[in-house]
């Protein structure tokens, strides 16, 4: 096996956070209690996806907001929060005070775009306003601007009994340079570099340049941190799908593999007009995945990961997959479990 060129920093993992209709409350408390767990382990961050009139978290920042009350250590994060569904000033307040709550824990990661489904949902989203909402890279630096302290108002001071503030209250120093950007585009890490913010790469990416996954994602970090002030001290946090083996039961292993080969299709040529490019799914022994990751052109240039729990499986097999991360597949990339 070849050894990384320097043993892997942070450890994290990402969860959709799914849910009953009929029993929404499980969902949520089963979401905690694998954070929870995360921190036992030794996890340096927690993840939380966001999903909109689905069965997935669709507030994470409630959800972490929970989570920073029931752990004292592990970092709380989101991957990602689309801000096209949100208002940057009110967000702002939202992600400093959950920040506050968690003593400096929380690692807000977003993303640009329209809605999902847009047009089936801006009149429930935007009535008014709609068809003239920006869901570009503007929405960002305004939420990153109010979140780094600038005014959002030229009004403050004392007005009869209340005292009012020019800038987002509570401010949450140090938040700001915790902001991170989900990218799958050149154009993203670009961005995201210029404004100083950390960069996200997932198993999702666009392919401009190559139709090969890692050589793209590699190619993403590097223009990132070419635009970035930190330049190769930037941060960047991969996220691929791993699903070690290693305590899984017969059945366990079967279903990940079955779960594995349905996606693997999708894998072999760019998907769509968008032309985005999904990495496979890392089955096996952790020896067997940490032999692939050092492989891959994209890890071997990032000390950080969140790795990405499968969509549908039980609690029992988040269990099992994060206990086999953080005890074996951790320690063969040699990473060391927090204190």
Known sequence: MPLPSHPLRKLGFLTIGLFDEADPRRGHESTLEIIELGERLGFDSAWVRHRHLQYGISSPVAVLAAASQRTSRIELGTAVIPV??????RLAEDLATVDILSGGRLNPG???GPPMHYDQVKQALYPDTGDVEDFG??????LLDFVRGKSAT???GVEGFEVFSDRVQPHAAGLGRRMWYGGGSLRSAQWAGEHGMNLLTSSVVKAEESEDFAEIQRSHIRTFRAH???GDR????????VIPTDS???EQREKYEEYALKRMPRTATPQGPARMMFAPDLVGTSEEIAERLYAHAAFREVDEVAFALPFTFGHEDYVQILTDIATRLGPALGWQPAA
Request: glycine fraction near 6%; charged fraction near 20%.
């Open 84 to 89: 096209g569904w949100e208002n940057p000033l």
């Open 137 to 142: 890279y503007a929405r960002v630096e305004r």
């Open 248 to 250: 899984a039961s017969p």
């Open 234 to 241: 930037a941060r960047v946090s991969q996220g691929l799908v």
């Open 154 to 156: 030229d009004f403050s």
């Open 110 to 112: 977003v993303s640009v």
């Open 228 to 230: 970035h002030p930190d």
